[in-house]
């Protein structure tokens, strides 16, 4: 073999394993994380070490991806950024919950018990953990489906969401940028109702394993392709849409991990052969610093501004 068969050949693997990882990526990243997650915990390990072992097993190889095979160059994060959505995905994402969780379950746990009220019949805790965690996907899908239309349609609530829509890239780190205050309503719906009806620590992990990964792809710059999985899972070729930056195209695709009810309900969104445009607000200079998105919310219209914000970067 010549130096140029040579070449062409190695070429010709590199092309295939790319189009094998952009097919096969996601479903490797997620089905393997749930098998990372159930093996830890069958073996004894505590269900929290075993959930966060597989989404940081699956954030290491989704970071991968987008350095490997990026869905566009110019969605590589800058350093501001990246210290804004790491000061985002600490505090909104990982203590705020735990915070939530010991106030409130322990709030509403003492008033079901001093009423000799129980809610544990409304949940089947015989079947197996995952059909119970595949039961919570739906049902909790169901009510952030009408959550975030809600946070898009009425204006009050859609200049805390806006935060979210404020990053002009995509990359897996900024799936965590949301405002405290939207975060513990979203809480109050996806989380706090199957706490409360005593969904076991194992159903609660393995419903947080998918959740994460599929919310780190969903946000990311991976170059995938899901198929007929874009019918079922609220991925990230369907969720660059929802970040356009023309209302008529970001209204669409409000799944938080699954996409049946954006199908059921007409908000499906996902044009053939074409891309997404710019993403972000109207205003492109609304603030992107941790600390100033704190306020953002407090000043109307903020986000449709075209000059700049009279708020602090």
Same mark, same amino acid.
């Given at each position: ?45 505590? /269900? ?154 194992? /159903? ?110």
């Amino acid at each position: 073999m010549t130096a140029g068969e040579s070449d062409l050949a190695a070429h010709g693997r590199s092309v295939g394993l790319a189009w094998v990882a952009v097919r096969a990526s996601y479903p490797f990243v997620i089905l393997g994380g749930i098998a990372i997650y159930a093996v830890l915990a069958l073996s004894g390990v505590p /269900v929290a070490v075993a959930s966060y072992a597989a989404v940081l097993v699956g954030a290491g190889l989704v970071t991968l991806h987008e350095v490997a095979l990026p869905y566009r160059a110019e969605w590589r994060p800058e350093g501001g950024d990246l210290r804004a959505d790491v000061a985002f995905m600490v505090s909104v994402q990982v203590v705020l919950p735990l915070l939530l969780s010991l106030a409130a379950v322990t709030a509403f746990a003492g008033w079901l018990h001093e009423g000799d009220l129980t809610l544990g019949g409304l949940w089947p805790h015989s079947w197996p953990v995952w059909l119970q965690a595949a039961l919570m996907l739906v049902v909790a899908d169901f009510f952030r489906y009408w959550l975030h239309r809600a946070f898009h349609r009425l204006p009050f609530m859609w200049r805390w969401h806006a935060v979210h829509h404020s990053p002009h890239r995509l990359y897996w780190l900024n799936v965590g940028r949301f405002h405290p205050a939207e975060k513990a309503v979203q809480y109050c719906v996806d989380a706090l109702p199957f706490v409360l009806v005593g969904v076991g620590t194992e /159903v609660l992990a393995a419903y947080f394993v998918f959740y994460a990964l599929n919310g780190f792809y969903q946000h990311s710059n991976c170059d995938v392709r899901l198929g007929w999985l874009n019918y079922l899972i609220s991925g990230p070729e369907l969720h660059r849409w929802h970040h356009s930056e023309l209302p008529a195209e970001s209204d669409h695709n409000y799944g938080n991990n699954l996409i049946i009810w954006d199908l059921l309900f007409g908000t499906r969104f996902l044009p053939a052969d074409s891309a997404v445009g710019r993403l972000g607000l109207l205003n492109r200079d609304y603030p992107k610093g941790f600390v100033a998105q704190m306020r953002t919310p407090l000043i109307r219209s903020l986000d449709k501004q075209t000059t700049p914000a009279a708020i602090s970067k």
